[in-house]
């Protein structure tokens, strides 16, 4: 029900005024888009200001608080990025702590200790090869973890015994005709 009708349904139980076709009917309805007009703002303020809502402008205000943006690119990715980049905290340099905030960042990346003191070893587990955009993403590490910390980084191939247990024949890999990159990541 638009603003109008409602005003209109206020006023109709008094029997005073004649509603429909008049100019108190069109001064109500001109009364009622402004504040139809209103309350779309109010809706779309408040569903932007909370980061489980947001859509764009909530999402881009709380970007711009933070020195690094989400890698993430669909709202509820960017959402969900965000929110684990604000609970960081004093207490978030646990190494479950540190996985859950690379998850949480839309990073497709695990953290884990090396046997070498200060150093922590970075994979990316469902990417084969470099992943893509990963300057950005390294960045993204390297703020989360702490800085007195050694990051290596370790990335894998698909391997002749991959591809063979995959491919009952080379011919069947050779009729999907892919480049050497391409082969290099493909995902068993």
């Known amino acids: 029900m638009s603003c109008g009708e409602y005003l209109k349904e206020l ?19 001109a009364q009622g888009q402004a504040l139809d007009g209103v309350a779309g703002t109010l809706d779309n303020l408040q569903r932007e200001m909370l980061l489980t809502t947001a859509e764009d402008m909530g999402l881009e205000a709380i970007e711009g608080l933070l020195s690094r943006r989400p890698v993430a690119e669909t709202a509820e990715g960017r ?3 965000l929110a684990a980049l604000l609970r960081m905290g004093g207490d978030s340099f646990t190494l479950s702590a540190i996985n ?9 990346a695990a953290a884990s200790e090396t046997g070498t003191p200060g150093t922590v070893e970075v994979r990316f ?16 590490i390297e703020d989360i973890l702490p800085c007195h910390l050694a990051v290596e980084y370790v990335y894998w191939y698909v391997n002749w015994g991959m591809l063979e247990e995959r491919f009952a024949t080379w011919g069947d890999l050779e009729q999907l005709d892919l480049t050497w990159s391409e082969i290099e990541k493909l995902v068993t």
């Open 11 to 29: 006023l109709r139980p008094l029997g005073v005024y004649q509603l429909e076709g008049t100019i108190n009917g069109g001064e109500l309805e």
């Open 79 to 81: 959402r969900a990025a």
């Open 100 to 108: 859950d905030n690379l998850a949480g960042c839309g990073i497709n």
């Open 125 to 140: 587990p469902d990417v084969p090869g470099i992943p893509d955009g990963f300057e950005t993403m390294r960045a993204i």
